[in-house]
T-cell receptor, first 110, second 115 residues
Framework: QKEVEQNSGPLSVPEGAIASLNCTYS??????FFWYRQYSGKSPELIMF????GDKEDGRFTAQLNKASQYVSLLIRDSQPSDSATYLC??????????FGSGTRLSIRP | DARVTQTPRHKVTEMGQEVTMRCQPI?????VFWYRQTMMQGLELLAY????????DSGMPKDRFSAEMPDATLATLKIQPSEPRDSAVYFC???????FGYGYTFGSGTRLTVV
């Protein structure tokens, strides 16, 4: 079992709709969770981090964490074509490492 | 904006040659990671340092890879000898860790092609 699992996609969402990206993890000792966005040919860019159960909102982005279910999600409201990218879920593990999932490719169609 | 600087941006080399990649972390960051990214494997953690001390290099093939941090402004990743399967984008990331893991800033990466 991979430490961080994501659906590779592609996930296709119409412009203006809500994009929902999901991630599960295996290490119950993981302390904090991150969402990175990576455009093709570019480096990953941190867009959200969350430590506590519940929701955390920042602009059009909402991160959701459920430690009991070992589940993290990212919602993107009012999706724009510029949101088309690969979204990487990552966690800070009990071994003090940042571990990444393989990413979900998101495509926003006009 | 503070940024992580990686050099070179691109490197093409012949199999068997030594490759050295360099990373200048953001001033004040105490943790540096090296990752390798390929289409097949995604982002793989190779090694990381905290306060310049190597904490974990279990992701690295030890027979050919080595990572060092000779001072707080420089981290290096060496491959000797290089092989075609080492072709990938190598990212360095730095961050400030004080208990919880905070988000890390990535450099632009070194795209390595071994022919």
């Amino acid at each position: 079992q991979k430490e961080v699992e994501q659906n590779s996609g592609p996930l296709s969402v119409p412009e203006g709709a809500i994009a929902s990206l999901n991630c599960t993890y295996s290490d119950r000792g993981s302390q904090s969770f991150f969402w990175y966005r990576q455009y093709s040919g570019k480096s990953p860019e941190l867009i959200m981090f969350i430590y506590s159960n519940g929701d955390k909102e920042d602009g059009r982005f909402t991160a959701q964490l459920n430690k009991a279910s070992q589940y993290v999600s990212l919602l993107i409201r009012d999706s724009q074509p510029s949101d088309s990218a690969t979204y990487l879920c990552a966690l800070y593990s009990s071994a003090s490492k940042i571990i990444f999932g393989s990413g979900t490719r998101l495509s926003i169609r006009p | 904006d503070a940024r992580v600087t990686q050099t070179p941006r691109h490197k093409v080399t012949e199999m068997g040659q030594e490759v050295t990649m360099r990373c200048q972390p953001i001033l004040g960051h105490n943790t540096v990671f090296w990752y390798r990214q390929t289409m097949m494997q995604g982002l793989e953690l190779l090694a990381y340092f905290r306060n310049r001390a190597p904490l974990d290099d279990s992701g690295m093939p030890k027979d050919r890879f080595s990572a060092e941090m000779p001072d707080a402004t420089l981290a290096t990743l060496k491959i000797q000898p290089s092989e075609p399967r080492d072709s990938a984008v190598y990212f360095c990331a730095s961050g400030l860790v004080t208990g919880f893991g905070y988000g890390y800033t990535f450099g632009s990466g070194t795209r390595l092609t071994v022919v």
